[in-house]
């Protein structure tokens, strides 16, 4: 299996609804605010083409604050995000990888990809994960620690 890894720009936001809508069943006027509002990170997101130039896989990392996110952690856990904040970080917004890819190195490329860059301007990584997901597991394997849930999410983060 062979692919290419480019970098995202603003000019891949409707592939990411799609991909999004697709294989999460999100409401596609939902992910399209998303998208548009949630300081997407086009430079350090990354996507995954096969030979034939389809795409496989795409890593979306955002800048949004983890209060954003989770506005309920500024009442549960005040001192938790002040801390979390004074922190550098960027969030895992989506990483979606087609089902014929899963399991293979593809995810792993995906997220070596913007390594050198993560490493020299971040600190951690925020995670949110959906209950209903099935990547909890793959992220704690990573290392990421939880802080934080509520009813739709875990919250991780991933030292850097």
């Given at each position: 299996?062979?692919?290419i890894?480019?970098?995202?720009?603003?000019?891949?936001?409707?592939?990411?609804?799609?991909?999004?809508?697709?294989?999460?069943?999100?409401?596609r006027?939902?992910?399209?605010?998303?998208?548009?509002?949630l300081?997407?990170?086009?430079?350090?997101?990354?996507?995954?083409?096969?030979?034939?130039?389809?795409?496989?896989?795409?890593?979306?990392?955002s800048d949004?604050r983890?209060?954003?996110?989770?506005?309920q952690?500024?009442?549960?856990?005040?001192?938790?995000?002040?801390?979390?904040?004074?922190?550098?970080?960027?969030?895992?917004?989506?990483?979606?990888?087609?089902?014929k890819?899963?399991?293979t190195?593809?995810?792993?490329?995906?997220?070596?990809?913007?390594?050198?860059?993560?490493?020299?301007?971040?600190d951690?990584?925020?995670?949110?994960?959906?209950?209903?997901?099935?990547?909890?597991?793959?992220?704690?394997?990573?290392?990421a620690?939880?802080?934080?849930?509520?009813?739709e999410c875990?919250?991780?983060?991933?030292?850097?």
């Amino acid at each position: 299996m062979s692919y290419i890894l480019q970098r995202m720009t603003e000019d891949d936001a409707s592939l990411t609804v799609d991909w999004m809508v697709r294989q999460y069943g999100f409401n596609r006027a939902e992910v399209e605010d998303w998208v548009q509002n949630l300081h997407f990170n086009w430079p350090l997101s990354a996507k995954a083409l096969d030979e034939n130039g389809d795409v496989i896989g795409l890593l979306n990392m955002s800048d949004y604050r983890i209060e954003e996110e989770t506005p309920q952690i500024l009442k549960d856990k005040p001192e938790l995000i002040k801390s979390l904040n004074t922190r550098r970080y960027i969030a895992v917004f989506s990483f979606i990888v087609a089902e014929k890819y899963r399991g293979t190195r593809l995810n792993y490329d995906m997220l070596m990809s913007i390594m050198p860059e993560l490493k020299a301007n971040y600190d951690f990584i925020f995670i949110p994960v959906l209950h209903r997901l099935k990547t909890h597991q793959y992220w704690q394997r990573w290392g990421a620690k939880e802080f934080y849930h509520d009813a739709e999410c875990v919250y991780y983060k991933l030292d850097i």
